[in-house]
T-cell receptor, first 114, second 113 residues
Framework: NAGVTQTPKFQVLKTGQSMTLQCAQD?????MSWYRQDPGMGLRLIHY???????DQGEVPNGYNVSRSTTEDFPLRLLSAAPSQTSVYFC?????????????FGPGTRLTVL | LAKTTQPISMDSYEGQEVNITCSHN???????ITWYQQFPSQGPRFIIQ???TKVTNEVASLFIPADRKSSTLSLPRVSLSDTAVYYC??????????????FGKGTHLIIQP
């Protein structure tokens, strides 16, 4: 199993550009989430999904969209990038029925918005 | 979710046992205690989880007193590679619903030679 994979690893955008961060998992996990981590901070939940076709907002959803058309993929879209979205983004997945906290994280995408 | 408090940073030396304590005074009856480890430029990694008393795996031990208002992560005989940020999380065992994990700032553990 590759686990949770994320692409790209690094990305630089200009203010106002849009892009999609990709996340995929091959563990057949029902639950997937996106977090952002800013320097010296913990992780903050952006959006999550409890299954294909179902998504919901987390703590900091503004400026981001998600969709879940398949169990495996959970892309995160930045509609119009802003410097405040400069951060490291982590995708995570877990089994339904597992404890809330037993998640598997991807390696992260480091995004810089100029 | 119950709020947690843990030290911002700790130092130790190779070969020592390191204990990181987390306070969670408002822990609920159905809450579990989970610890994650994060190395620089990597995503967090699950270390250990427990509900009460003591849990041990190949990586660490977790001690939880009877009142469950705190917990201690114990790392035996640390090495330089244990330098990382350690997060304590408290939340319910859940088969569904919101995936509302709250990561605090964690404890930055620095191991010296």
């Amino acid at each position: 199993n590759a686990g949770v994979t994320q692409t790209p690893k690094f990305q630089v955008l200009k203010t106002g550009q849009s892009m999609t961060l990709q996340c995929a998992q091959d563990m057949n996990h029902e639950y997937m989430s996106w977090y952002r981590q800013d320097p010296g901070m913990g992780l903050r939940l952006i959006h999550y999904s409890v299954g294909a076709g179902i998504t919901d907002q987390g703590e900091v959803p503004n400026g981001y969209n998600v969709s879940r058309s398949t169990t495996e993929d959970f892309p995160l879209r930045l509609l119009s990038a802003a410097p405040s979205q400069t951060s490291v983004y982590f995708c995570a997945s877990r089994r339904a029925g597992a404890s809330t906290d037993t998640q598997y994280f991807g390696p992260g995408t480091r995004l810089t918005v100029l | 979710l119950a709020k947690t408090t843990q030290p911002i940073s700790m130092d130790s030396y190779e070969g020592q046992e390191v204990n990181i304590t987390c306070s969670h005074n408002n822990i609920a009856t159905n809450d579990y205690i989970t610890w994650y480890q994060q190395f620089p430029s990597q995503g967090p990694r699950f270390i250990i989880q427990g509900y009460k008393t003591k849990v041990t795996n190949e990586v660490a031990s977790l001690f939880i007193p009877a009142d469950r208002k705190s917990s201690t992560l114990s790392l035996p005989r640390v090495s330089l590679s244990d330098t990382a940020v350690y997060y304590c999380l408290v939340g319910p065992y859940s088969g569904g619903g919101a995936d509302g994990l709250t990561f605090g700032k964690g404890t930055h553990l620095i191991i010296q030679p």
